[in-house]
């Protein structure tokens, strides 16, 4: 599952810098697009967080 997550996590993260770069290039939607990368950025963070939990279970 670890591997599954971090795969997922990884792709959206890298879709929000795509779109946190390509904002300024459509027109109209520029705050929109980034504030969409910036979520796509946070949530690509909380599932690691939430998902995996913490390293040092015992």
Do not use: Q, Y
Not at 2 to 11: P, Y
Not at 18 to 37: D, R
Not at 45 to 53: F, K, M, Q
């Amino acid at each position: 599952m670890s591997g599954i997550a971090f795969i997922i996590s990884m792709a959206v993260f890298l879709f929000g810098m795509w779109l946190m770069g390509n904002a300024t290039h459509i027109v109209g939607f520029e705050a929109a697009v980034f504030f969409a990368g910036i979520l796509c950025v946070s949530l690509a963070v909380a599932i690691p967080v939430s998902i995996l939990g913490r390293s040092d279970k015992a």
